[in-house]
């Protein structure tokens, strides 16, 4: 027997442990639950974006064989929410966007349902439409909430603005900003904008609800926060927090996108009308992009100024969140967008003003990245832009400003190596990839035009100032252990990440634990969410706790199988032993439920390790300057992409998309390296081919995947490449940083350069798609 | 074929090398009857519209977008879905080249794939690229897939 002293399994890129079961085609997703008796609604969604419901009409629908109950506003007039309580779970009296749900009808089978929602006859009085941000800013503008100063605050940064259609306005301000803009000798300003998009996760989102006899509510979600909603229908329904179970199978995709409470809400009042029967809530694709929330759009002025060496002196950043009809996560991105709103760079004074703006568009939530693919758009166009005027190298203009140990975040939270990482090393490793010095643009050929675009990011995990995680380890008899945690599998590979950490501190077979890849809030520990590429962090740090405790406790048993001190004894291998010679010890097999005397007596019973982390010293920031400390660490990057732009049609295929990340120890880089590139694709999906098109009456004409183009086979990068700089962070689980959402970062914002240069126009407002960039190069682009 | 005159007709699926009598109506869907009466899961509701390609099951061997074909039209076919395809080397090459992360569109690409090796053992990048175009993925960057594909093509060609 060894002692397993060069065991490892952080660092290496272990198989996932979910792959097989996926590649079989026998893991159960939410929607592939089928049983008799189950119930099935379907939602009736308005026809107008703004619109003063008159009567709801549903004597025909009731005709149609099967109807079981058909659910309207009236049923909870109430507003609910995860930051501000601003939105009615089912519209009542006026409806807001297009596609927002206005009934529910619960029906023996789904296609019956489907017909009495054609069969619902509503009636509608038109209202004057807020079809942009800039309208929604304008004063005068018509009014998506008339009475938003009495919504609730369910967090306290939320700042809604009575009279206007701002559902929240964060402020930085840090230096002096206005004496510091006259002192600039160059100074550059531009706008960026960009629709609303969608998530497109390719598992629609559904739920199943049901309310017991003695009071229970069980409800089944693909969600990333399940114990959110515990929360939400504590607040809302008035349920007692412990008569609410949360059941979430693994997850088809999310990005974000089933971080909040939206569907759940509606099949627990659908299941209230019919008793408390089990009902099933499943999203039409239609109804997952426009219905469910989807992602920000934004209207971006930035303002920068430097020394004419290129040395930042000030930045001024307006934000308008394009949030839809409901501040929902919007108006935590709105913060999140502020409080990093520089990019990675030290720049002394910062004036920011984040403005969450509700229009009569579908509403939004969080989308990976939660504002940081976003504001690193404007952010790194404007940085490029500066870099032509003060005639710098991109590069080396972004090398004289980037942030370092010392400098200051917009907040004020002081930087060093441990919480910041290296930025510039990160930017040196990516201009070596791209090979940069070989040159920004060529000519190729007649119809060829190469060219290269950079952009840094960064990002903190502004996770809630109590976020934490949990976890319960628990020894079988063959000495092989369960992980229990409430993190979530949405596809990014956390399970396995949790699994490895735990396999490294019990020095022991990664086969020989065994992770629980469903979640059931009754069982499982509670975490926070999961989302903010917080889960390697908080919930690894729970495992490395667990284990402590598991170690503990078998140290403890095997000292009296041993007959020694349990100071003296060592765990690996699947042993305990004596730490002064290894080749005497016990198989922790033979003591995972308790070691037994000869004699038949038994002490210490199972192996049951458990343990907790909760986020240490964060604050939230303040209302005038937005001095706080939002997050534990950054994780801070590079991206570069080179396209190919034909500059007769102005179409162009991207030939590379490089990442370099610190994201601090790697626990698997393999999964790493794939979270990038997964990552670098939806970012180069989202700059290049998406965005919701509106008509003149704020209605989505592209509502599906036939018209709204998400990046197809065959349309990715030729190539990607993916490095890592390890810089350790003292309080992530073997030194990890989050890395979950960085891939999609910078890379908006990498393409928008390198196509910029390509073009020789400056490419402001999103998506890239040829006509676009025609437009743009004949003067004539229109912002969005 | 047994119908009640009205709504329901008994027909005879074969799927995966089984007969199964199920009932339906005439508007349910291949991929509906497969799911909810065969419990036959791994084909995937998605977009409902022939756009995603996460519904894609064989019939005859040509893949099919389940989502938009009828139940009773499919009564003469040979049906194959994920669940009738377990331990193929082309399931392995998707777990070996990190093809796989949420796994909803996995069984829809691996089916697709299994079809393409088939017909077009040698296939070229430009036909790999044509079949597999039917098929969105959200999650990876679609390299890892196509290496996948890469790698079975290959090998079957080989063979």
Same mark, same amino acid.
């Given at each position: 027997?060894?002692?397993? @002293?060069?065991?490892?399994?952080?660092?290496?890129?272990?198989?996932?442990?979910? !792959? +097989?079961?996926?590649?079989?085609?026998?893991? *159960?997703?939410?929607?592939d639950f089928a049983m008799p008796g189950l119930l099935h609604a379907k939602l009736v969604t308005s026809t107008h974006a703004h619109a003063k419901i008159l009567s709801i009409h549903t004597e025909e629908a009731w005709k149609v064989p099967g109807v079981r109950a058909i659910v309207t506003g009236e049923m909870f007039p109430f507003h609910i929410g995860p930051i501000l309580a601003d939105r009615p779970p089912l519209a009542w009296e006026k409806v807001r966007y297009y596609g927002e749900p206005v009934a529910i009808v619960v029906a023996d089978h789904e296609y019956q349902a489907k017909q009495a929602v054609q069969k619902v006859q509503v009636e509608y009085q038109p209202l004057p439409v807020v079809n942009s941000v800039q309208q929604a800013f304008e004063t005068g503008a018509p009014l998506v909430h008339e009475n938003s100063s009495q919504y609730m605050k369910i967090i306290s940064n939320v700042y809604p603005v009575p009279g206007t259609n701002i559902g929240s306005h964060i402020k930085i301000r840090k230096g002096d900003f206005q004496t510091a803009w006259l002192s600039c000798e160059e100074i550059f300003e531009a706008t960026y904008s960009f629709n609303l998009t969608d998530h497109v996760a390719m598992e629609t989102r559904s739920t199943r609800v049901e309310i017991t006899p003695s009071g229970k509510v069980v409800v089944h979600s693909c969600t990333q926060s399940p114990f959110t909603i515990k929360k939400v229908f504590n607040q809302f329904f008035n349920i007692a927090v412990g008569n609410i179970v949360v059941h979430a199978p693994l997850v088809g995709g999310a990005f974000g996108g089933k971080g909040t409470v939206q569907l759940e809400p509606l099949a627990y009042l659908a299941s209230k009308a019919v008793g408390g029967k089990l009902v099933k809530l499943e999203n039409s694709r239609e109804e997952d992009m426009i219905t469910s929330p989807c992602h920000i759009g934004l209207k971006a002025t930035i303002s920068l100024g430097a020394t004419k060496e290129g040395k930042l002196v000030a930045g001024k950043y307006t934000f308008l969140v394009d949030s839809g009809a409901y501040t929902d996560q919007a108006a935590g991105i709105t913060r999140a967008a502020a409080l990093d709103c520089t990019g990675p760079y030290n720049i002394p004074n910062v004036w920011c003003d984040s403005y969450c703006m509700y229009t009569n568009h579908p509403f939004a939530t969080s989308f990976r990245g939660y504002g940081h693919p976003e504001l690193t758009f404007a952010v790194e166009r404007t940085m490029d832009q500066l870099a032509r005027k003060l005639n710098l190298d991109p590069i080396r203009f972004r090398l004289l400003n980037t942030i370092k140990p010392g400098d200051t975040s917009p907040t004020q939270t002081l930087l060093d190596a441990n919480n910041i990482g290296d930025a510039a090393k990160c930017i040196e490793r990516a201009k070596e990839l791209i090979q940069w010095d070989q040159g920004q643009r060529r000519e190729t050929g007649e119809r060829k035009v190469r060219s290269k675009g950079i952009s840094l990011f960064w990002k903190t995990s502004t996770t809630a100032t109590n976020a934490q995680a949990g976890t319960v380890l628990t020894f079988e008899a063959d000495g092989s252990v369960n992980l229990n945690c409430a993190a979530i599998e949405?596809?990014?590979?956390? *399970?396995?990440?949790?699994? @490895?950490?735990?396999?490294? *501190?019990?020095?022991? =077979?990664?086969?020989?634990?065994?992770?629980?890849?469903?979640?059931?809030? @009754?069982? =499982? #520990?509670?975490?926070?969410?999961?989302?903010?590429?917080?889960?390697?962090?908080?919930?690894?740090?729970?495992?490395?706790?667990?284990?402590?405790?598991?170690?503990?406790?078998?140290? *403890?048993?095997?000292?009296?199988?041993?007959?020694?001190?349990?100071? =003296?004894? %060592? +765990?690996?291998?699947?042993?305990?032993?004596?730490?002064?010679?290894?080749?005497?010890? +016990? @198989?922790?097999? =033979?003591? !995972?439920?308790?070691?037994?005397?000869?004699?038949?007596?038994?002490?210490?019973?199972?192996?049951?390790?458990?343990?907790?982390?909760?986020?240490?010293?964060?604050? #939230?920031?303040?209302?005038?300057?937005?001095?706080?400390?939002?997050?534990?660490?950054?994780? +801070?990057?590079?991206?570069?992409?080179?396209?190919?732009? %034909?500059?007769?049609?102005?179409?162009y295929k991207i030939l590379k998309a490089i990442t370099v990340l610190d994201g601090g120890t790697i626990i698997n880089p393999m999964m790493a390296t794939q979270q990038m590139r997964g990552g670098m694709s939806l970012g180069l999906s989202f700059a290049s081919s998406e965005g919701f098109i509106f008509d003149q009456q704020g209605i989505v004409r592209n509502p599906q995947l036939r018209t709204y183009k998400i990046m197809r086979f065959g349309e990715q990068p030729e190539e990607y490449l993916v490095d890592f700089i390890e810089t350790p962070n003292i309080d992530g689980p073997y030194g990890a940083r989050g890395i979950g959402e960085y891939g999609v970062i910078g890379a908006a914002a990498a393409l928008g350069n390198s196509l910029s240069t390509a073009a020789g126009v400056e490419l402001n407002h999103l998506p890239l798609i040829p006509e676009l960039i025609w437009q743009a190069k004949q003067g004539k682009e229109e912002e969005l | 074929m047994i119908s009640n005159g009205k709504s329901k007709t008994v027909i005879e699926l074969h799927v995966n090398g089984d007969s199964h009598e199920v009932m339906v109506r005439s508007g349910d869907t291949l991929l509906d009857i497969l799911r909810e009466q065969l419990g036959l899961s791994g084909a995937k509701r998605s977009c409902e519209n022939g756009d995603c390609g996460a519904c894609t099951v064989l019939a005859d061997g040509k893949p099919i977008h389940s989502c938009l074909s009828l139940a009773i039209e499919s009564c003469d076919q040979s049906l194959m879905t994920i669940e009738g395809l377990m331990g193929s080397p082309i399931q392995q090459a998707f777990v070996d080249n990190w093809a796989i992360q949420c796994g909803f569109c996995t069984p829809g690409f691996i089916l697709n794939c299994h079809a393409l090796a088939t017909e077009h053992p040698n296939a070229s990048d430009e036909v790999i690229e044509e079949w597999m175009c039917s098929n969105l993925c959200r999650c990876t960057g679609y390299q890892e897939i196509k290496e996948a594909v890469q790698s079975v093509v290959r090998a079957s060609g080989n063979a």
């Amino acid at each position: 027997m060894t002692t397993n @002293q060069g065991w490892k399994s952080v660092g290496n890129p272990e198989q996932r442990i979910d !792959a +097989v079961e996926k590649a079989a085609g026998t893991v *159960k997703y939410i929607g592939d639950f089928a049983m008799p008796g189950l119930l099935h609604a379907k939602l009736v969604t308005s026809t107008h974006a703004h619109a003063k419901i008159l009567s709801i009409h549903t004597e025909e629908a009731w005709k149609v064989p099967g109807v079981r109950a058909i659910v309207t506003g009236e049923m909870f007039p109430f507003h609910i929410g995860p930051i501000l309580a601003d939105r009615p779970p089912l519209a009542w009296e006026k409806v807001r966007y297009y596609g927002e749900p206005v009934a529910i009808v619960v029906a023996d089978h789904e296609y019956q349902a489907k017909q009495a929602v054609q069969k619902v006859q509503v009636e509608y009085q038109p209202l004057p439409v807020v079809n942009s941000v800039q309208q929604a800013f304008e004063t005068g503008a018509p009014l998506v909430h008339e009475n938003s100063s009495q919504y609730m605050k369910i967090i306290s940064n939320v700042y809604p603005v009575p009279g206007t259609n701002i559902g929240s306005h964060i402020k930085i301000r840090k230096g002096d900003f206005q004496t510091a803009w006259l002192s600039c000798e160059e100074i550059f300003e531009a706008t960026y904008s960009f629709n609303l998009t969608d998530h497109v996760a390719m598992e629609t989102r559904s739920t199943r609800v049901e309310i017991t006899p003695s009071g229970k509510v069980v409800v089944h979600s693909c969600t990333q926060s399940p114990f959110t909603i515990k929360k939400v229908f504590n607040q809302f329904f008035n349920i007692a927090v412990g008569n609410i179970v949360v059941h979430a199978p693994l997850v088809g995709g999310a990005f974000g996108g089933k971080g909040t409470v939206q569907l759940e809400p509606l099949a627990y009042l659908a299941s209230k009308a019919v008793g408390g029967k089990l009902v099933k809530l499943e999203n039409s694709r239609e109804e997952d992009m426009i219905t469910s929330p989807c992602h920000i759009g934004l209207k971006a002025t930035i303002s920068l100024g430097a020394t004419k060496e290129g040395k930042l002196v000030a930045g001024k950043y307006t934000f308008l969140v394009d949030s839809g009809a409901y501040t929902d996560q919007a108006a935590g991105i709105t913060r999140a967008a502020a409080l990093d709103c520089t990019g990675p760079y030290n720049i002394p004074n910062v004036w920011c003003d984040s403005y969450c703006m509700y229009t009569n568009h579908p509403f939004a939530t969080s989308f990976r990245g939660y504002g940081h693919p976003e504001l690193t758009f404007a952010v790194e166009r404007t940085m490029d832009q500066l870099a032509r005027k003060l005639n710098l190298d991109p590069i080396r203009f972004r090398l004289l400003n980037t942030i370092k140990p010392g400098d200051t975040s917009p907040t004020q939270t002081l930087l060093d190596a441990n919480n910041i990482g290296d930025a510039a090393k990160c930017i040196e490793r990516a201009k070596e990839l791209i090979q940069w010095d070989q040159g920004q643009r060529r000519e190729t050929g007649e119809r060829k035009v190469r060219s290269k675009g950079i952009s840094l990011f960064w990002k903190t995990s502004t996770t809630a100032t109590n976020a934490q995680a949990g976890t319960v380890l628990t020894f079988e008899a063959d000495g092989s252990v369960n992980l229990n945690c409430a993190a979530i599998e949405v596809g990014q590979g956390a *399970k396995t990440v949790l699994a @490895q950490i735990l396999a490294e *501190k019990l020095k022991m =077979d990664l086969k020989d634990i065994h992770v629980t890849m469903e979640l059931n809030s @009754q069982y =499982d #520990p509670h975490q926070w969410r999961t989302v903010a590429s917080s889960t390697t962090f908080l919930a690894g740090r729970a495992v490395l706790a667990a284990a402590e405790d598991a170690i503990r406790q078998l140290k *403890k048993t095997a000292g009296i199988a041993m007959q020694c001190s349990p100071e =003296d004894l %060592d +765990v690996g291998g699947g042993r305990v032993y004596l730490k002064a010679n290894p080749e005497y010890g +016990v @198989q922790i097999k =033979d003591i !995972a439920l308790g070691y037994k005397y000869p004699n038949g007596h038994t002490v210490e019973g199972q192996i049951i390790g458990s343990g907790k982390y909760v986020q240490r010293h964060l604050t #939230p920031m303040d209302e005038n300057t937005g001095f706080g400390k939002p997050g534990p660490w950054w994780s +801070v990057g590079a991206q570069a992409v080179e396209v190919e732009w %034909d500059p007769k049609d102005y179409t162009y295929k991207i030939l590379k998309a490089i990442t370099v990340l610190d994201g601090g120890t790697i626990i698997n880089p393999m999964m790493a390296t794939q979270q990038m590139r997964g990552g670098m694709s939806l970012g180069l999906s989202f700059a290049s081919s998406e965005g919701f098109i509106f008509d003149q009456q704020g209605i989505v004409r592209n509502p599906q995947l036939r018209t709204y183009k998400i990046m197809r086979f065959g349309e990715q990068p030729e190539e990607y490449l993916v490095d890592f700089i390890e810089t350790p962070n003292i309080d992530g689980p073997y030194g990890a940083r989050g890395i979950g959402e960085y891939g999609v970062i910078g890379a908006a914002a990498a393409l928008g350069n390198s196509l910029s240069t390509a073009a020789g126009v400056e490419l402001n407002h999103l998506p890239l798609i040829p006509e676009l960039i025609w437009q743009a190069k004949q003067g004539k682009e229109e912002e969005l | 074929m047994i119908s009640n005159g009205k709504s329901k007709t008994v027909i005879e699926l074969h799927v995966n090398g089984d007969s199964h009598e199920v009932m339906v109506r005439s508007g349910d869907t291949l991929l509906d009857i497969l799911r909810e009466q065969l419990g036959l899961s791994g084909a995937k509701r998605s977009c409902e519209n022939g756009d995603c390609g996460a519904c894609t099951v064989l019939a005859d061997g040509k893949p099919i977008h389940s989502c938009l074909s009828l139940a009773i039209e499919s009564c003469d076919q040979s049906l194959m879905t994920i669940e009738g395809l377990m331990g193929s080397p082309i399931q392995q090459a998707f777990v070996d080249n990190w093809a796989i992360q949420c796994g909803f569109c996995t069984p829809g690409f691996i089916l697709n794939c299994h079809a393409l090796a088939t017909e077009h053992p040698n296939a070229s990048d430009e036909v790999i690229e044509e079949w597999m175009c039917s098929n969105l993925c959200r999650c990876t960057g679609y390299q890892e897939i196509k290496e996948a594909v890469q790698s079975v093509v290959r090998a079957s060609g080989n063979a």
